[in-house]
Nanobody, 123 residues
Framework: QVQLVESGGGLVQPGGSLRLSCAVS????????MGWYRQAPGKQRELVAA???????NYADSVKGRFTISRDNAKNTVYLQMNSLKPEDTAVYYC?????????????????WGQGTQVTVSS
């Protein structure tokens, strides 16, 4: 079983900053891609930022230049530094990963989600 635990969400004023963390625990062989998604009320979940095991990153156009994704492979943790926050960044933010794990003697791909953390940007 793989668990993802997010932290760092909260209420912040427009222009402020937050840093989200997602710690991965459990049994797995490797973690490949990790990412942050968000879902605002009445909207579909969307990709915010992603990072590969090699450190390559990609961002949604709406957050480029404001958000930075990073990971600490030794700690199995991914971060999302969010600066210059806007009210439209308000959403539940979810951590996601793709990796591989052993199951019944076979190495299988898997994907897991965190429980989500609320980010509210409001004055």
């Amino acid at each position: 079983q793989v668990q993802l635990v997010e932290s760092g969400g909260g209420l912040v004023q427009p222009g402020g900053s937050l840093r989200l963390s997602c710690a991965v625990s459990g049994s797995f062989f490797s973690i490949e891609d990790m990412g942050w998604y968000r879902q605002a009320p009445g909207k579909q979940r969307e990709l915010v930022a992603a990072i590969t095991s090699g450190g390559s990153t990609n961002y949604a156009d709406s957050v480029k230049g404001r958000f930075t994704i990073s990971r600490d492979n030794a700690k199995n943790t991914v971060y999302l530094q969010m600066n210059s926050l806007k009210p439209e960044d308000t959403a539940v933010y979810y951590c996601n990963l793709h990796g591989s794990r052993w199951y019944l003697g076979n190495l299988n791909d898997f994907s897991s989600w965190g429980q989500g953390t609320q980010v509210t940007v409001s004055s």
